[in-house]
């Protein structure tokens, strides 16, 4: 029986909820390597190896994955965690920002997914968390595009796990809601404008996400489920992990009729 340490790979690593996911694991004894689009603006990051990697760029995902092969000889997690945010009414976000988001956000995801799994194959084992969002259970007012490029990762990771079972590989969906992380300063925001339609509804949505991120739980959280589902010996589809109303806003989804649903949606949003 192999008890050697597991090597894992995470997207995204360098802060927020990768970089809490990767100091978890690492306090855990796994072997861990997180990546960033560039190290050189975190020198003196010590809390596990971190190594460039941009997901937009072919090139830089191999070039990762075969450095972590070479020093560790195989790569038994990667936890697709690397995201931007996005908000705005559709209408008005320029189509080049939705290409860029989705990008990262989904094409990101599974450039890296298609790079780890060839090695994983020849392994016959191996497991990939994609780290999706609870806004991708749902269409929520100016996130949108956000919320579309979580959904469409989340039903291709329902696909892809069925197309590699059979060599021992595992695919799951972990979905977080609120965290208190720097997601909200990092991500693109349609600007506010007076002239918009939009303005009232969008400035009001606007201020009530900024402060469900200001008040959201420790992303300390997400390391912990990220351990279990490491250590189920069959992971389910799809994991969620957050406050429990945010949780509980996917079960009414499904029960609901969809007007109702819609409408609590906007009661929540005071729109």
């Known amino acids: 029986m192999d008890i050697s340490p597991k090597v894992v790979l995470i997207t995204g690593g360098s802060s927020g909820i990768g970089k809490a996911i990767g100091q978890h694991l690492s306090k855990k004894d796994y072997i861990v390597y997180g990546t960033t689009r560039n190290t050189s603006r975190y020198p003196n990051f010590n809390d596990f190896n971190l190594i460039d990697l941009d997901v937009t760029k072919t090139a830089t995902i191999q070039k990762a994955i075969n450095t972590i092969i070479t020093n560790e000889g195989r790569l038994d997690i990667l936890i697709n965690n690397a995201g931007i945010g996005i908000t ?3 209408e008005e976000i320029p189509d080049e920002e939705i290409i860029t988001h989705f990008e990262t956000n989904y094409f990101g995801a599974i450039r890296t997914l298609k790079a780890v799994l ?5 392994q016959q084992n191996g497991l990939i968390i994609n780290i999706t969002s609870i806004a991708g259970h749902m269409g929520l007012p100016f996130r949108g595009i956000y919320s579309a490029s979580k959904a469409a990762l989340e039903i291709t990771t329902e696909a892809i796990r069925m197309e590699v079972k059979d060599f021992g590989i595992q695919v ?12 909200a300063s990092g991500r693109y925001h349609e600007p506010l404008k007076k002239e918009s339609p939009y303005n009232n509804a969008y400035s009001k949505t606007l201020n009530l996400m900024d402060s469900h991120v200001d008040s959201g739980s420790n992303p300390s959280e997400v390391g912990l489920v990220i351990e279990k589902i490491i250590n189920t010996s069959n992971p389910k589809v799809h994991y969620k992990v957050g406050a429990f109303m945010q949780k509980f806003s996917i079960i009414l989804k499904q029960i609901l009729p969809d007007k109702i649903f819609e409408k609590l949606l906007l009661n929540h949003y005071k729109l």
């Open 88 to 90: 705005g009414p559709v």
């Open 118 to 122: 060839p090695q994983m194959r020849k």
């Open 172 to 183: 799951t969906n972990l979905a977080p809601g609120d965290f208190a992380t720097n997601i």
